[in-house]
T-cell receptor, first 115, second 115 residues
Framework: AQTVTQSQPEMSVQEAETVTLSCTYD???????LFWYKQPPSRQMILVIR??????QNATENRFSVNFQKAAKSFSLKISDSQLGDAAMYFC????????????FGTGTSLTVIP | DAGVIQSPRHEVTEMGQEVTLRCKPI?????LFWYRQTMMRGLELLIY????????DSGMPEDRFSAKMPNASFSTLKIQPSEPRDSAVYFC?????????????FGPGTRLTVT
């Protein structure tokens, strides 16, 4: 089974600064999807950004961007101009197209934004 | 689109009682997932369905847990009898291979407390 590793249980960033959250995964597949989800204190899981493995171009969504390194099996999330509302738990996820749509989630990184 | 709907949002019950959690996936989605989230164990996949058929239930903790999906628009997760260690937030999520990149959309969760 695929595994997703988030090695940073907690991170903090000053408001307006940039922070990068790390994620690595283990797979033998060549085609797959990667996601970052945000879970604020409300507990609602919110999709932040997605990346298709066949695309070399890194995905961006406003202040959120990824650094996708397929050979290194790395998928980090960069948050620019951090805002207080970015404080949340962030989960990295891997979706295999070959195992019936199953997702594999990392253990999460808790992000604190310091005013 | 109403999103994934879960009920109840909160449930408090006594040990030994039966608990039924309900989920209505997004219309047109063909995959449905049940997760459990606790501080100790993080986000755990319990079971998932494709086209109403259970594909992988290896995450179901024990025989006290059962899940059904009688049709494409409804699923239940039942715990009988419930125990205090079942206290957690239970999420339902749905996705579609055909729409977008197959990302999962989560419901708001059911917070279960077993006393």
């Amino acid at each position: 089974a695929q595994t997703v590793t988030q090695s940073q249980p907690e991170m903090s960033v000053q408001e307006a600064e940039t922070v990068t959250l790390s994620c690595t995964y283990d797979t033998s597949e060549s085609d797959y999807y990667l996601f970052w989800y945000k879970q604020p204190p409300s507990r609602q899981m919110i999709l932040v950004i997605r990346q298709e493995a066949y695309k070399q171009q890194n995905a961006t969504e406003n202040r959120f961007s990824v650094n996708f390194q397929k050979a290194a099996k790395s998928f980090s999330l960069k948050i620019s101009d951090s805002q207080l509302g970015d404080a949340a738990m962030y989960f990295c996820a891997y979706r295999s197209p070959n195992t019936g749509n199953q997702f594999y989630f990392g253990t999460g990184t808790s992000l604190t934004v310091i005013p | 689109d109403a999103g994934v709907i879960q009920s109840p949002r909160h449930e408090v019950t006594e040990m030994g009682q039966e608990v039924t959690l309900r989920c209505k996936p997004i219309s047109g989605h063909n995959s449905l997932f049940w997760y459990r989230q606790t501080m100790m164990r993080g986000l755990e996949l319990l079971i998932y369905f494709n086209n109403n058929v259970p594909i992988d239930d290896s995450g179901m903790p024990e025989d006290r847990f059962s899940a059904k999906m009688p049709n494409a628009s409804f699923s239940t997760l039942k715990i009988q009898p419930s125990e205090p260690r079942d206290s957690a937030v239970y999420f339902c999520a749905s996705s579609s291979r055909l729409a977008g990149k197959g990302e999962q959309y989560f419901g708001p969760g059911t917070r279960l407390t077993v006393t």
